[in-house]
């Protein structure tokens, strides 16, 4: 005992508790600890009822339903007491029911004591709930049950559903997508990505960054930082194929966010316009040449009305029978070249009108 | 003194016990009453090698219960072995516990129980009540006439490092049942069937001069005298005598019972002291302290001594007031002497220079609160010196 400061007073009260009149002197039972221990179970109970996993208890030997959580037969619309030692196996769609049969009978295989499978649960109405059911075999002192834990995945398929189509979207795309990780570094490419740019498979490019694969002039060494900054781009430039082999592309680029704002990948989305770039190139040049035509005709008409004018100034001077031919000529001379000189002007309003159609004409 | 309030409030609880040849083949049944399917079952090597153990193991087996041995008890249990079983219990996933033995293996059992039911050390429960939850099942099976660990509510213990018997007391630690069989005290040799029996006598005269007594317990505890003072000698000399054994172990009985309920007094206390100090044998330290506390309580409760002495086969009434105390004394002496026990404390191998520390460890003991007189440090070293 510890030692006390007042023996006479400690020895009344220990007296006291000896003879068995203390607060907590009373028969051993464990009547209290099970009523904690029942509350206990009853919060956990509680717990397990709240949850939107519908949980089975089976009994391992009979594969009998021995218990369930509320969530388990609300979710399947039967009554508590409809499932209880009904054949657990009865509830799984005809499917997958030989795989659990197969799974009990299995049951002393300890390569066997949980797995995970995917099943339709029948609910009451008939109807087939799928859901992804981990079972397990656990044991309490010398009784050998099954847990079976069923996730409905309903949500979860058409998620999945959903996912496949964008994903087929994707990698059908004739624009080619490159999808990388906020550092740069490519996670995806779709197969026009990699036909564009002449690689095998997205892991042949999947070191290197993604300024590699473009040649933007001066902008292209800091594309991820205009791209961070922007949030966005959109333009045209060169695109460097795996042998290195430049090619004109379009590209717009953009960084994809969570919910909470935060990066979580960058997006480029790609064009091959090397063919319509080429074909601007024949255009500017075709319009070129008939400017150069049209100048050179402007040119041309001074170049015979300046002699004309002497001709005729000299004509007019002398007295010859041929006099009335040759002004009669270098009228008709002048009227050809006063044709000239308007077609020249409306050239002009062609030009303009191409100009306007066109922007690429004048570059 | 003792209260004379007769109407001041008392408790009395009296445990499941079943009395009689046989007893112990009962083990197997009450375990499985209790839905135990594995059980520690707690021993020591000379209970062991005595057979007893075994015999309850067939009970157990008959029973289609498993168990585990826990054997590694000495006299005065240490708190480190009750740890140990502890330890034991849980590597065996036991869910409740049979112990077979003397006081040792069912004080160990007891504190194993409430160990493994609160999982703190057996240190943390000291003290009156510190048990919050009640340990495990524990049916006993005892094996000598002494202790009544089987049906009390104590349990000591010896801390080694302090080198202390500590005192542990609640109600929960009362075992489930106790199955009384007379034959396992057959095996018990001489020393050990008169100190046990000692123990048990000192029980019943500390019970009724307790200053918690109650006439529920001094029923039992005179009872108890009686039949110990008959009895005691003949099974002493006669091992096999099944009938003197089984007046013992009802002696006992009835002594554990008026002391479970009305304590202990001086001669416990100052005993605890000698074992926790310098590890000696329980029964015998009573033996030897019991007439000389019994002489210094004396004026506190004289007609209770007188009582004994009476049952001790003296007559008091034929002397004066002084006459009577030294006579208690006498009884006692004389009793202890018929019995073979001669030793005085220096026999027992205390120092003189041990005697303050004995007498101040004896002073906290919780058995001392109920003594019938109010000692002081240098009462009990006068009484520690007088049985020197």
Same mark, same amino acid.
């Given at each position: ?13 220990? =007296? ?107 609910? $009451? ?9 981990? #079972? ?40 080619? *997508? ?8 490519? *996670? ?80 480029? *989305? ?11 190139? *024949?255009? =500017? ?6 400017? =150069?035509? #049209?100048?050179?005709? $402007? ?65 | ?11 009395? /609880?009296?445990?499941? /016990? ?45 029973? &289609?219960?498993?168990?585990?041995? /826990? ?35 069912? &004080? ?5 129980? @409430? ?6 050390? @057996? ?54 049942? %106790? ?30 001069? %307790?200053?918690?007594? %109650? ?9 108890? @005298? ?32 008026? /002391? %479970? ?46 009582? @004994? ?80």
């Amino acid at each position: 005992m510890h030692r006390r400061s007042d023996p006479e007073q400690d020895w009344d009260t220990l =007296r006291r508790r000896i003879i068995g009149l203390g607060e907590r002197s009373i028969h051993k039972s464990y009547y209290p600890e099970l009523q904690s221990r029942l509350a206990e179970l009853e919060r956990f109970r509680a717990i397990l009822d709240q949850t939107n996993d519908a949980i089975f208890l089976i009994d391992a030997w009979t594969g009998l339903l021995v218990d369930a959580n509320e969530s388990a037969w609300v979710q399947l619309g039967y009554k508590r007491g409809d499932l209880m030692q009904t054949p657990f196996c009865n509830l799984i769609a005809p499917e997958k029911r030989i795989w659990f049969l197969d799974f009990f009978a299995a049951g002393k295989n300890p390569s066997r004591r949980q797995q995970a499978v995917t099943a339709g649960l029948l609910a $009451a109405g008939g109807t087939e709930v799928p859901v992804e059911v981990t #079972i397990r075999f656990v044991t309490f002192g010398e009784e050998q049950y099954a847990v079976a834990v069923a996730r409905d995945i309903t949500e979860r398929m058409r998620a999945e559903e959903e996912l496949r189509i964008k994903e087929s979207a994707l990698e059908s795309s004739t624009n080619g *997508i490159l999808i990388a990780d906020v550092e740069g570094y490519p *996670i995806y490419a779709n197969p026009a990505f990699l036909q564009m740019f002449a690689f095998a498979s997205v892991d042949a490019l999947s070191d290197r960054p993604v300024a590699e694969f473009f040649d933007c002039g001066r902008a292209g060494a800091n594309l991820l930082e205009r791209l961070v900054a922007t949030g966005s781009l959109i333009g045209e430039g060169l695109g460097r194929r795996s042998d290195g082999l430049l090619f004109n592309i379009q590209i717009s680029g953009s960084i994809v966010r969570n919910d909470a704002g935060d990066p979580l990948c960058m997006m480029f *989305i790609c064009m091959d316009i090397t063919e319509r770039k080429a074909a601007e190139r *024949i255009q =500017r040049e075709a319009y070129e040449q008939l400017r =150069r035509n #049209i100048e050179q005709f $402007a040119i041309l008409g001074d170049h015979i009305r300046n002699p004309l004018q002497v001709i005729v100034g000299l004509a007019e001077m002398i007295e010859d029978p041929l006099t009335a031919t040759i002004l009669s000529q270098s009228r008709r001379i002048d009227g050809i070249i006063t044709e000239l000189d308007r077609g020249w002007v409306e050239s002009e309003s062609v030009r303009r009108y191409l100009k306007r159609r066109e922007p690429v004409a004048e570059e | 003194m003792l209260p004379t309030d007769e109407l001041e409030l008392k408790k009395f /609880f009296v445990p499941e /016990f079943i009395l009689g040849r046989g007893a112990l083949e009962l083990a197997g049944r009450y375990a499985r009453n209790f839905s135990l399917r594995k059980v520690l079952l707690v021993t020591d090597a000379g209970v062991k090698q005595a057979g007893w153990a075994d015999r309850v193991c067939t009970s157990l087996n008959e029973a &289609d219960i498993s168990y585990e041995i /826990f054997d590694r008890v000495s006299p005065n249990p240490r708190a480190g072995e009750v740890m140990a079983g502890a330890e034991a219990y849980h590597a065996a996933e036991c869910q409740g516990i049979v112990a077979v033995g003397g006081g040792s293996p069912i &004080d160990c059992a007891k504190g194993i129980g @409430i160990v493994t039911s609160n999982r703190r050390h @057996i240190l943390a429960f000291e003290g009156v009540d510190r048990v919050q939850m009640p340990a495990p099942p524990l049916v006993c099976v005892p094996t000598t006439a002494g202790s009544s660990a089987d049906v009390s509510q104590f349990a000591i213990i010896t801390d080694e490092d302090e080198r202390r018997k500590i005192a542990i007391i609640s109600k929960t630690l009362v075992p489930d049942i %106790s199955l009384l069989d007379p034959l396992p005290l057959t095996s018990m040799d001489a020393t050990l069937t008169v100190d046990t029996g000692m123990d048990a006598l000192c029980h019943a005269v500390e019970a009724y001069v %307790s200053n918690a007594s %109650s006439p529920i317990t001094d029923l039992h505890a005179l009872e108890a @005298i009686r039949l110990i003072a008959a009895a005691l000698p003949e099974a002493a000399r006669a091992p096999d005598d099944l009938q003197a054994r089984y007046l013992t172990m009802l002696g006992s009985l009835y002594a554990g019972l008026a /002391f %479970s309920n009305a304590s202990l007094g001086a001669v416990h206390a100052m005993a605890h002291s000698l074992g926790g100090l310098l590890d000696l044998a329980h029964g015998r330290c009573n033996a030897v302290l019991l007439e000389h506390v019994a002489g210094y309580n004396y004026a506190a409760a004289p007609d209770r001594f007188d009582a @004994i002495t009476r049952l001790l086969g003296q007559q008091p009434e034929e002397l004066s007031g002084n006459e009577r105390q030294a006579a208690i004394t006498r009884a006692v002496a004389g009793f202890r002497r018929s019995l073979g026990i001669d030793a005085s404390l220096a026999d027992l191998g205390v120092e003189p220079g041990d005697l303050p520390a004995l007498a101040e460890r004896a002073l906290s003991d919780p058995c001392m609160a109920t003594n019938p007189r109010r000692p002081n440090q240098k009462d009990i070293e006068e009484i520690y010196a007088s049985a020197f």
